[in-house]
């Protein structure tokens, strides 16, 4: 089955983080064997740029999105209207951070779980990886 994925999850899974889930690595592995895909939406990428400028995290942009967009099982889905739309049924109290409306509304977009630990998300009722 495909996934979506948060920021968080795919930083963590590119860097060996030990916070990530076993079944979420479980599900990159699989991506990586070529037996799943992963979608990535347009905004985790603004997301990282912002990380990494407010050094809250320590990568290299560059290096990141061209292992990420050379990789023919993850797929980078585009923002579009669509998915603006569909963050319009994501309540700002429910979900206030704007990068992860878009995300939660990517996901919806595409009918697709969602690989992500934020406790926000999971109480949405979506289908989730952790």
């Not at 590119?14 to 070529?34: I, R």
């Not at 994501?90 to 979900?95: A, G, V, Y």
Request: charged fraction near 25%; include cysteine; charge should be positive.
């Amino acid at each position: 089955m495909p996934y979506v994925t948060d920021t968080h999850s795919l930083v963590w899974y590119m860097t060996d983080d030990p916070k990530l889930s076993e079944q979420a690595k479980k599900a990159f592995q699989k991506v990586d064997n070529f037996q799943d895909t992963i979608f990535i939406p347009c905004i985790v990428f603004f997301e990282l740029v912002y990380l990494i400028e407010k050094r809250k995290i320590t990568a290299d942009f560059d290096i990141f999105f061209r292992l990420v967009s050379s990789a023919k099982n993850y797929k980078i889905e585009p923002l579009c209207l669509p998915i603006i739309d569909k963050s319009r049924q994501i309540s700002k109290e429910s979900i206030a951070d704007p990068w992860d409306r878009l995300i939660v509304a990517t996901s919806l977009h595409l009918n697709l779980p969602l690989i992500t630990r934020d406790m926000s998300i999971r109480k949405l009722g979506l289908k989730i990886v952790w």
